[in-house]
Nanobody, 124 residues
Framework: QVQLVESGGGLVQAGGSLRLSCAAS????????MGWFRRAPGKAREFVSG????????YYADSVKGRFIISRDNAKNTVYLQMNSLKPEDTAVYYC?????????????????WGQGTQVTVSS
């Protein structure tokens, strides 16, 4: 059974950067699209970014477009989220998820394997 483990979260000042990693164990990410989601306090989980199996198709939520960069290293079975110019409203628990197939999408129902999440806190 594949497991996903996120890392790289923490406390950062507004305008700063963090790089999240999502590593898989017990299975492969190579043939699957991957996504990053987040849940802020008192809010529903929302799509942040997604990448297809090859890295050739990438999507971003409008709220992070131009600031966040998703990437993957299939040789390392790892997906990354580089977060720049962070804002207090980016504060949330960030989750990575593996899709059911190769195509990327923003709907959470497309993903069937989820990590435990990593906390990102941006202070003003």
């Amino acid at each position: 059974q594949v497991q996903l483990v996120e890392s790289g979260g923490g406390l950062v000042q507004a305008g700063g950067s963090l790089r999240l990693s999502c590593a898989a164990s017990g299975g492969t990410l190579n043939s699957y699209a991957m996504g990053w989601f987040r849940r802020a306090p008192g809010k529903a989980r929302e799509f942040v970014s997604g990448i297809n199996w090859s890295g050739g198709s990438i999507y971003y939520a409008d709220s992070v477009k131009g600031r966040f960069i998703i990437s993957r290293d299939n040789a390392k079975n790892t997906v990354y989220l580089q977060m720049n110019s962070l804002k207090p409203e980016d504060t949330a628990v960030y989750y990575c998820a593996r899709a059911r197939g190769q195509s990327v999408g923003w709907l959470s129902g497309l993903y069937d394997v989820w990590g435990q999440g990593t906390q990102v806190t941006v202070s003003s």
